[in-house]
């Protein structure tokens, strides 16, 4: 059984919320499923021991149908209620939920007077122009859903790295306990930490290919089986994911999962240097492709394959062809940053804007996670929808860590802002008030549309205050849903290093920005990265794990993150630019 996360419970009691209005439900009912919702999100702790300790009993919102419910969700994984409902609905009216700009009212609204039941239907009748006649609608609206319906389709079948990374470790966990596996990866785009997967793929071996096949078929979280056999098996999973099976011998263990980690074009070297000496190379072995060719010498692991060809073993995540083999053959690949060389972090919210966890909780959790200091950065008071801090708030919340901070020992929490960027590229606070703060995370939350040239100027302006200690998410992007604004980044990490400023890889797995690609280029320019988590519970602080994905994937090594310096060394880095040195 899968336990699904609050947010899965969330979405379902919304789910239910919106078919029961749909229905002509008491409106009472209605509500009490949304304020369920609402009340389960802000709700602390972990729900399945919540659940099992306190049955959720006295919690304002939530009364006794729903405790029964979400209970039976959380231990049993599954609502029976919730399928007999959804049963009378076309299964498609689902994907108007994943429409960025469409919430229950506007669903509603478009299912009864429209008929719109599937993104579809949705193109349909906003191309026809019927949905800019909807009361509170309009012909902006029915432009903007347009584009979001693009934009998602572009997506198809793709999905966030973080949604990946949770299907195929409760897969591989699966598998790992069989007692028939012998040897066992992850391999493709989730191996390689691609920032989105279209799908998994896994990779055993074992001597009895039906009973693996049998149990990975059988694994709870798959809803569909696409195919089924003794060497290749493909499901989809819940959330839509499909995943692949690849079952071998452990003598063709090495190659399967060389071939199945990808990428594609990395494997296509490969195979062409394997082809010069005479060999074939394919997903199940290397073997001589005509007689007098040179002997094979036995290949065990992965690393022996590439030792065989003369090059140090290359991460899954630099297999892009990208310059790989290149540095592999002389010698000089980095040695990538781990997760473990983290020390702190920066750019974190609190309750005291849009997150959800309290100062307190973030900076015990943050300790609890080994790190030595950890950044508070709430939003600025431009920020009205995450609830921004004014200078007087901020100038509360500066106590607040204060006091905090004095009965640490060992461990610091640093006085931040994520400050807004302004139209015109200056900040959303004073001078006097930036120089009050530990360091300040700049970023852009509004005025995206602006033309390349006006947006660069705006960020590199805004990178010229001696206060900005990081630029925040340099292109906005929300993966599989809003594109990246329009701005010169090679002109943006000129002016980062010129002016001393800390770029963030952004975390968050829907972010990730900056994007990989990216980071080589920054490093070349002297650019130095600071890997942020861009946390608003205290179980965002594991995004970092994404964010160490991504700098891995851009050759980043632990020099270039400043956040892998201990605290004795980071105060020095936060005031640098202030004092006209370089970070
Ligand atoms: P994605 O799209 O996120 O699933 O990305 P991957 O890289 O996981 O791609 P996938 O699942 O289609 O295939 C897994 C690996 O198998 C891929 O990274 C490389 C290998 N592969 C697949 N098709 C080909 C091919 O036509 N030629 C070669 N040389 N390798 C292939
Ligand atoms: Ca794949
Ligand atoms: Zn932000």
Redesign the pocket.
């Known amino acids: 059984m899968s336990v699904p996360s609050r947010d899965q419970v969330v979405e379902i009691l919304e789910r239910i919320a919106l078919l029961l209005e749909l229905r002509g439900e008491n409106p009472f009912k209605v509500r009490a499923y949304r304020n369920g919702a609402r009340a389960l999100e802000l709700l602390e702790g972990d729900l399945p021991s919540l659940v099992r300790e306190t049955g959720l009993e006295g919690i304002p919102g939530i009364g006794e149908a729903l405790r029964e419910k979400i209970g039976t969700l959380v231990q049993t994984g599954k609502l029976p209620y919730y399928e007999e409902l959804r049963a009378h609905f076309p299964p498609t009216l689902f994907e108007l939920f994943d429409v960025p700009g469409l919430g229950p009212k506007k669903i509603k609204a478009l299912y009864e007077q429209l008929g719109v039941a599937s993104a579809d239907d949705l193109e349909a009748a906003c191309r026809s122009g019927r949905v800019a006649d909807l009361e509170g609608f309009g012909a902006k609206t029915q432009e903007k859903l347009l584009h979001a319906l693009d934009l998602l389709k572009q997506g198809t079948g ?1 999905h966030l790295a973080s949604a990946a990374a949770t299907a195929a470790t409760a897969l591989y966990d699966a598998l790992r306990a069989h007692p028939d596996t012998i040897r066992l990866s992850v ?4 191996r ?1 930490r ?1 920032d ?4 998994i ?1 896994l990779i055993v071996s074992t001597r009895q290919p039906a009973e693996i096949s049998r149990a990975f078929l059988g694994h709870p979280l798959v809803t569909a089986v696409l195919a089924a056999g003794d060497t290749k098996s493909s499901v989809v999973l819940q959330d839509g994911l499909q995943a ?1 099976l690849r079952v071998v011998t452990d003598a063709e263990y090495p190659f399967a999962l060389n ?6 074009e990395h ?2 070297v490969l ?1 062409g240097l394997a082809q010069e000496r005479g060999w074939t190379l394919n997903e199940y072995r290397l073997a001589p492709a005509r007689k007098g060719a040179p002997e094979i010498p036995k290949i065990r692991e992965e690393s022996d394959l590439y030792r065989l060809f003369g090059f140090d073993y290359i991460e899954p995540e630099l297999r892009e062809n990208r310059g790989e083999f290149e540095a592999a053959a002389e010698g000089r690949l980095p040695d990538l940053v781990r997760l473990e060389n983290i020390r702190g972090t920066f750019h974190c919210h609190t309750t005291a804007s849009d997150g959800r966890s309290s100062l307190a909780e973030m900076a015990s959790a943050a300790r609890e996670l080994g790190l030595q200091y950890l950044g508070i950065a709430d939003h600025s008071k431009a920020s009205v929808q995450a609830n921004g801090l004014d200078a007087a708030r901020l100038k509360r919340q500066v106590g607040e860590i204060a006091a905090l901070n004095s009965d640490q020992d060992g461990f610091r929490v640093f006085s931040g802002t994520e400050c807004d960027i302004l139209k015109d590229g200056t900040l959303d606070f004073p001078d006097k008030v930036l120089k009050q703060l530990d360091y300040v995370v700049a970023s852009i939350h509004s005025s995206f549309t602006m033309d390349e040239a006006a947006m660069t100027k705006r960020i590199i302006r805004a990178m010229t205050n001696p206060h900005v200690t990081m630029l925040g998410h340099l292109t906005g992007r929300l993966l599989l849903r809003r594109e990246p604004y329009a701005v010169n980044i090679p002109a943006v990490l000129e002016a980062a290093a010129e002016t001393g400023t800390l770029v963030e890889l952004n975390a968050d797995p829907h972010r990730l920005d900056l994007d990989w690609r990216w980071w080589r280029l920054a490093r070349e320019k002297g650019v130095r990265c600071v890997i942020n988590p861009d946390a608003h519970s205290v179980a965002g602080l594991q995004n970092l794990y994404f964010g160490i994905g991504s700098a891995r994937k851009g050759w980043l090594t632990k020099a270039d993150v400043v956040n892998c310096l201990p605290l004795s060394k980071i105060t020095g880095v936060l005031s640098a630019k202030r004092e006209g040195r370089k970070p």
Do not use: A
């Open positions: 793709r391999g493709g785009s989730t390689r691609n989105t997967v279209h799908d793929d692949d071939y199945f980690t990808g990428s594609k494997n296509i195979r």
